[in-house]
Each structure stands twice: as C-alpha cells, then as structure tokens.
Nanobody
Framework: QVQLVESGGGLVQAGGSLRLSCAAS????????MGWFRQAPGKAREFVGV????????RYADTVEGRFTISRDNANNMVYLQMNSLKPEDTAVYYC????????????????WGQGTQVTVSS
C-alpha cells in the first residue's frame, strides 16, 4: 500500500505561481507513474498531468499545457507540480496519484490517491 501526502496549496492571485509537492511512502514500484488530478467545486475530478518513472515522458491536460510542469525526485520519493500563470479557473483541490504506468494514471485507473490540497486563485 502506498501513501501519498500533498502539500504546498494555498491562496494566490491570478498570474502567480505555486509549487505542489507530494511525498510517497510505503510500497512503490519501479515502473510506476505519478501524476496530478484536480476537482473544482461542483465539477468532476479531472486529469492535470503525469510523469513516468524515469521522468522522460510527461503529459498534460490541454487546459494547463505550457503553464504547469510536473517533475519527480525518485531518490526521495517526491513528485512536484509547478504551476505558473495561474488563473481563477485553476481553483480546485489537487490530488496526487500513483499508478502502474502513464496510460492508467491519465484515466485514473488502478491508482492510489492522496488526500488533496486546496489551491485557490483570486482574480
């Protein structure tokens, strides 16, 4: 069982930046991908970004492409989401996920979830 703990959320003005962190512990697998989802009030949870084990393959939702960057530090079991040029529509609870490969993480299948961290972007 893997445990995921997010941190770094908060309140920021539109155009600002935040960096989210996710610490993984417990059982992890060498080929696992890690990623981020988000859920805004009244909306379905949606995919944000994913990175493979080696850090050589990243994918992003169209809504964040070019503004958000995902990275990972395998030595310390960490994954990060750098969010720049934030918009009010980025306001959501952000969830870290870990799963068996990029395709499954993108669709949120067979993944472990963190508890989430709130990001609020004011206009």
């Amino acid at each position: 069982q893997v445990q995921l703990v997010e941190s770094g959320g908060g309140l920021v003005q539109a155009g600002g930046s935040l960096r989210l962190s996710c610490a993984a512990s417990g059982r992890t697998f060498s080929n696992d991908a890690m990623g981020w989802f988000r859920q805004a009030p009244g909306k379905a949870r949606e995919f944000v970004g994913v990175i493979n084990w080696r850090g050589t393959n990243t994918r992003y939702a169209d809504t964040v492409e070019g503004r958000f960057t995902i990275s990972r530090d395998n030595a310390n079991n960490m994954v990060y989401l750098q969010m720049n040029s934030l918009k009010p529509e980025d306001t959501a609870v952000y969830y870290c996920v870990e799963g068996p490969g990029v395709p499954r993480v993108i669709v949120g299948r067979d993944v472990a979830w963190g508890q989430g961290t709130q990001v609020t972007v004011s206009s």
